[in-house]
């Protein structure tokens, strides 16, 4: 009986050892349940990515804040960038090495128009390299690089920029609002670089680029997500003045061309459809697009005309108005 017993017994395990088998339509299901859940988080993975790539953005134009802010300290509220300063008034490649200001002329030479770069690297513990285009690269890749952009400057076709951008750098991250960097008519005090010249219509009269000329400075952009590309070909554009943009306030919009085209929207509005600011008080802002028209002008979001103009501002006075522009607009 007991080898009857033992035998029957091993059965029973061969069995058991059976059903804890996979058939292949269960393994099967299994992988398709591990690719379905796949498929449902890659995307909140890349989310979450990208949110920690935008914080850290914000934590690196935190730094430019407090760099900036030094820099007008040693140098009587100037605001970095500006012509009279440290930026270079004229076009971009165009006599760009020969800059010295008379505010400080131990600085180096302008790498483009409006810029404010260059000059706060030291504020970074970063040495300026003296050769341009390595301080071009020190200045764009290597410590003022959103960690989201990675578009690239070149290849640079246009001859007046070679010998000034590195063929493999990347296109900058981030750019002043070029309104801030002007004066106003009575403010004008000469044509030449170093003397406050670049005068502008729009620009209140008796404004400069100062900190203490600033008004309302938490809620004027010093430097946000930016677009300085070409419109057409992804390049450094002479068109867009180096350093600088006009911001994010249009007053019409036409065709893919323009600064709200799909092209240069994707550079600007680069963190899931937001935008980092840094204000002139120093915090950074995260913001959505908004639309430059709604509130009679005034605009909402990071369309707020606020943002991109000193107060004061006349929207009439613009050289790019468009036809719906409201006429009595004046930036609060």
């Given at each position: 009986?007991?080898?009857?017993?033992?035998?029957?017994?091993?059965?029973?395990?061969?069995?058991?050892?059976?059903?804890?088998?996979?058939?292949?339509?269960?393994?099967?299901?299994?992988?398709?349940?591990?690719?379905?859940?796949?498929?449902?988080?890659?995307?909140?993975?890349?989310?979450?990515?990208?949110?920690?790539?935008?914080?850290?953005?914000?934590?690196?134009?935190?730094?430019?804040?407090?760099?900036?802010?030094?820099?007008?300290?040693?140098?009587?509220?100037?605001?970095?960038?500006?012509?009279?300063?440290?930026?270079?008034?004229t076009r971009p490649?165009?006599?760009?090495?020969?800059?010295?200001?008379?505010?400080n002329p131990k600085?180096?030479?302008?790498?483009?128009?409006?810029?404010?770069?260059?000059?706060?690297?030291?504020?970074?513990?970063?040495?300026?390299?003296?050769?341009?285009?390595?301080?071009?690269?020190?200045?764009?890749?290597?410590?003022?690089?959103?960690?989201?952009?990675?578009?690239?400057?070149?290849?640079?076709?246009?001859?007046?920029?070679?010998?000034?951008?590195?063929?493999?750098?990347?296109?900058?991250?981030?750019?002043?609002?070029?309104?801030?960097?002007?004066?106003?008519?009575?403010?004008?005090?000469?044509?030449?670089?170093?003397?406050?010249?670049?005068?502008?219509?729009?620009?209140?009269?008796?404004?400069?680029?100062?900190?203490?000329?600033?008004?309302?400075?938490?809620?004027?952009?010093?430097?946000?997500?930016?677009?300085?590309?070409?419109?057409?070909?992804?390049?450094?554009?002479?068109?867009?003045?180096?350093?600088?943009?006009?911001?994010?306030?249009?007053?019409?919009?036409?065709?893919?061309?323009?600064?709200?085209?799909?092209?240069?929207?994707?550079?600007?509005?680069?963190?899931?459809?937001?935008?980092?600011?840094?204000?002139?008080?120093?915090?950074?802002?995260?913001?959505t697009e908004g639309?430059?028209?709604?509130?009679?002008?005034?605009?909402?979001?990071?369309?707020?005309?606020?943002?991109?103009?000193?107060?004061?501002?006349?929207?009439?006075?613009?050289?790019?108005?468009?036809?719906?522009?409201?006429?009595?607009?004046?930036?609060?």
């Amino acid at each position: 009986m007991y080898p009857r017993l033992g035998k029957r017994i091993g059965i029973v395990d061969r069995l058991d050892q059976c059903h804890k088998c996979f058939t292949l339509i269960e393994v099967l299901v299994v992988v398709a349940i591990i690719v379905l859940l796949i498929t449902i988080l890659l995307p909140s993975l890349a989310s979450a990515r990208e949110q920690a790539r935008s914080a850290s953005c914000g934590v690196l134009l935190k730094q430019i804040g407090v760099a900036g802010a030094g820099y007008a300290n040693i140098n009587r509220g100037w605001l970095v960038g500006s012509p009279n300063t440290s930026g270079n008034g004229t076009r971009p490649g165009f006599n760009a090495g020969a800059y010295t200001d008379t505010v400080n002329p131990k600085h180096y030479p302008a790498m483009h128009i409006f810029d404010w770069a260059s000059p706060l690297l030291r504020f970074l513990s970063v040495r300026p390299p003296i050769d341009i285009q390595q301080r071009y690269a020190a200045a764009v890749d290597e410590v003022f690089g959103c960690p989201t952009n990675r578009r690239k400057a070149g290849p640079v076709n246009f001859p007046a920029l070679k010998y000034l951008i590195p063929a493999d750098a990347s296109a900058p991250s981030y750019a002043t609002s070029r309104h801030f960097m002007l004066v106003g008519k009575g403010a004008k005090t000469g044509k030449i670089r170093g003397k406050l010249w670049w005068s502008k219509d729009h620009v209140p009269t008796g404004y400069v680029p100062k900190l203490d000329r600033m008004r309302k400075p938490a809620n004027k952009a010093f430097l946000a997500d930016a677009h300085v590309v070409s419109k057409t070909k992804g390049q450094i554009a002479n068109a867009n003045w180096g350093f600088t943009s006009q911001g994010a306030w249009r007053s019409h919009d036409i065709g893919p061309v323009t600064y709200r085209g799909l092209f240069l929207r994707k550079q600007m509005w680069r963190h899931q459809g937001a935008i980092n600011i840094l204000a002139f008080d120093g915090h950074v802002q995260r913001l959505t697009e908004g639309d430059s028209l709604t509130r009679n002008g005034y605009g909402q979001g990071a369309r707020k005309a606020q943002w991109w103009f000193p107060s004061g501002t006349k929207i009439i006075d613009l050289q790019d108005r468009g036809t719906n522009e409201p006429e009595d607009l004046v930036v609060p």
